[in-house]
């Protein structure tokens, strides 16, 4: 199975776990296991403003309480904006990053004056105003350049594609669909995407494991990945777990707190994490280890039925 092997579990601290991250969790800890290779715990606390103080060391024994531990220490993300801003200054200086003086408005107002309305689950699709230049504006945030005729990556927005390793074949036209997307806010914070990519490069990430809420990510961490000569790891999203309204449950929507203290409770939310990802026996496990070690070695099975 690959010595090499290294995944992680990447929990933002904006409140404690839930069954929905539970299940991510899970399947990320069984991928690692069913490959022999490394597990660690990464807290994406980037985006200071939304994070809860407590949350992350409530999240970090939530998950040893279900035996989900890291192999190293847990990294976190506050702590490494000297690693983005490396980054953002490569990618300036190869001419793929440049300053953006649109503010939401302004973007609104543009695409309502090219008659087009909101797209990607209502998130505004960037239209390029600042790509030739400020044009009298006072700079605000930093976006990634997507549409390029000089690389071999991407060449006039091609799509980018790839392949899920649950959802099969992927594909994404960056430029048309996202548009030209933020690195670096214009509150001083380094976006989601720039942190998640040089994070995974610098631990050497070779699976990520996560939700399928993610998958629409994928492409721009790709693209950045090429740009920045990190290799692009694996990719692995899993079910969601829904809301009663059908949506996906988060702590938006009122998502419980897992209760993990006793080792009951514990049980219980990784059986029900478990049947989400359709492994078997749920419900017959009475000791926290053998249910672990049993679907470690159901996920291996599966993977290597699928190999073959």
């Known amino acids: 199975m690959g010595a090499t092997y290294r995944g992680r579990f990447a929990p933002s601290p904006t409140g404690r776990l839930h069954a929905g991250s539970l299940v991510a969790a899970l399947a990320s800890w069984l991928d690692a296991r069913a490959y022999g290779g490394q597990w660690l715990v990464r807290i994406e606390d980037v985006d200071l403003p939304r994070c809860i103080p407590g949350a992350a060391e409530h999240i970090l024994q939530q998950l040893a309480n279900c ?33 953006c003086g649109c503010s939401r408005k302004d973007i609104e107002q543009t695409l309502q004056a090219l008659g087009h309305e909101k797209q990607r689950h209502g998130e505004l699709v960037y239209p390029g105003t600042c790509r030739e230049g400020l044009h009298g504006k006072q700079g605000r945030a930093w976006r990634f350049l997507t549409h390029t005729t000089g690389t071999t990556h991407n060449a006039l927005g091609a799509p980018t594609h790839w392949t899920d390793r649950r959802l099969g074949p992927q594909s994404q036209a960056v430029v048309t669909e996202v ?27 070779t699976h990520v494991v996560r939700g399928e809420d993610l998958t629409d990510n994928t492409a721009r961490q790709i693209l ?50 478990a049947q989400l990802l359709g492994l078997q026996g749920c419900g017959t496990r009475d000791n926290r280890g053998i249910a672990l070690a049993a679907w470690v070695a159901e996920w291996r099975a599966t993977l290597q039925s699928a190999n073959t």
């Open 179 to 205: 548009g030209d997307f933020i690195l670096k806010r214009a509150d001083g914070l380094f976006a989601y995407q720039l942190a998640v990519v040089v994070d995974d490069a610098a631990q050497g990430i």
């Open 224 to 273: 950045l990945q090429q740009a920045l000569g990190y290799p692009t790891p694996q990719y692995l999203h899993t079910p969601l777990v829904l809301a009663a309204d059908g949506q996906k449950l988060s702590k938006q929507n009122g998502a419980q707190a897992l209760e993990t203290g006793a080792p009951e409770a514990a049980l219980t939310a990784l059986n029900q994490a």
């Open 67 to 99: 035996g989900l531990v890291s192999d190293e220490a847990p990294v976190w993300q506050s702590q490494s904006s000297a690693i983005y801003q490396q980054a953002l200054d490569q990618l300036i200086a190869q001419q793929r990053a440049y300053l």
